[in-house]
Nanobody
């Protein structure tokens, strides 16, 4: 499985941006997919996760109410729609996936995901 994220760019505070993740290969095997990010000088952190077999979405507190993760099975893609962006959202965003049926305690752990895209940079100006 290969993942490719796109849609990053420069946006002003309060603006919106949508990231896309295109998956290729044995995409039908992916059960849990999501987005992580890494800001300069900080550790990589989870942002949003979609558990396919349970059809549930999960968001970290920092983005709840502002970000939405969605999936298009026909296009083998998933998305992260981001609203009300602020400078703290500036980071490289990575789309991730796993064939594992993750339990809740694992969905925000980077090592739970074997598939990672190369990342796309989101910069929010103040």
């Amino acid at each position: 499985v290969q993942l490719q994220a796109s849609g990053g760019g420069l946006v002003q505070t309060g603006g919106s941006l949508e990231l896309s993740c295109a998956a290729s290969g044995r995409t039908s095997s992916i059960d849990v997919m999501g987005w992580f990010r890494q800001a300069p000088g900080k550790e990589r952190e989870a942002v949003a996760v979609y558990r396919g077999s349970r059809r549930t979405t999960h968001y970290v507190d920092a983005v709840k109410g502002r970000f939405t993760i969605s999936r298009d099975s026909d296009k083998n893609a998933w998305y992260l729609h981001m609203n009300s962006l602020n400078p703290e959202d500036t980071a490289v965003y990575y789309c991730v996936g796993t064939v594992s049926n993750l339990i809740l305690s694992s969905i925000y752990v980077p090592s739970s995901y074997e598939y990672w895209g190369p990342g796309t940079l989101v910069t929010v100006s103040s």
